[in-house]
């Protein structure tokens, strides 16, 4: 069962950092180290919208999934 569990965590853990930095608005590495955009905020449109649901999605399933394991083992 602890098997299934920590496998389940990485396939996870992975999808949560790609939708982390999918989320990046600067271009290229810039954006990924902190450096500026210059951008002012807009609100989320489609994609962007459904890329941030997921984000939250995917930390809460995390969390719960982390807590489970904890539980059980």
């Known amino acids: 069962?602890?098997?299934y569990l920590s496998i389940s965590l990485?396939?996870?853990s992975i999808a949560l950092i790609a939708s982390v930095i999918l989320q990046s608005k600067g271009i290229g590495l810039?954006?990924?180290s902190g450096g500026d955009t210059g951008g002012v905020y807009s609100k989320?449109?489609?994609v962007?919208?459904?890329l941030f649901?997921?984000?939250i999605g995917l930390g809460i399933a995390f969390f719960?999934?982390?807590i489970?394991?904890?539980i059980v083992s």
């Open 68 to 70: 489970f394991t904890v």
């Open 30 to 32: 810039g954006g990924l």
């Open 53 to 55: 649901w997921i984000t």
């Open 64 to 66: 719960g999934l982390t």
């Open 48 to 50: 962007e919208k459904i």
């Open 10 to 12: 990485i396939i996870i």
């Open 1 to 3: 069962m602890t098997v």
């Open 44 to 46: 989320r449109r489609g």
